[in-house]
């Protein structure tokens, strides 16, 4: 089994910057594939970022330029740097972690999931 715990979010002012950290603990392996995805409220969950073991990464269009995802195997922990924040932006944050995802932005393919973690962007 894998244990991922999310930490990070918080409450902070339209442009301002959080980062998140994933600390993923148990049967984890280096090679795993990370990713964060986040959920509002009424809405479904949906992709954010992703990294590969290679530190090849993935950013979904509507944070690119803004988040930077990153990860640190001797740590096992995964970040999600988070800059020019928005209010929709707002959403609980998720770590997740899988052995083989074929397709990074598809939750479906990972295997953990952390609780999450309060993000909320005032305007």
């Known amino acids: 089994q894998v244990q991922l715990v999310e930490s990070g979010g918080g409450l902070v002012q339209a442009g301002g910057s959080l980062r998140l950290s994933c600390v993923a603990s148990?049967?984890?392996?280096?090679?795993?594939?990370m990713g964060w995805f986040r959920q509002a409220p009424g809405k479904e969950r949906e992709f954010v970022a992703a990294?590969?073991?290679?530190?090849?990464?993935y950013h979904a269009d509507s944070v690119k330029g803004r988040f930077t995802i990153s990860r640190d195997n001797a740590k096992n922990t995964v970040y999600l740097r988070m800059n020019s924040l928005k209010p929709e932006d707002t959403a609980v944050y998720y770590c997740?972690?899988?052995?083989?995802?074929?397709?990074?932005?598809?939750?479906?393919?990972?295997?953990?999931w952390g609780q999450g973690t309060q993000v909320t962007v005032s305007s």
């Open positions: 997740a972690a899988g052995p083989v995802v074929a397709t990074p932005s598809d939750p479906e393919g990972y295997t953990y």
């Open positions: 148990g049967r984890i392996e280096s090679t795993y594939c």
């Open positions: 990294i590969r073991w290679s530190a090849g990464t």
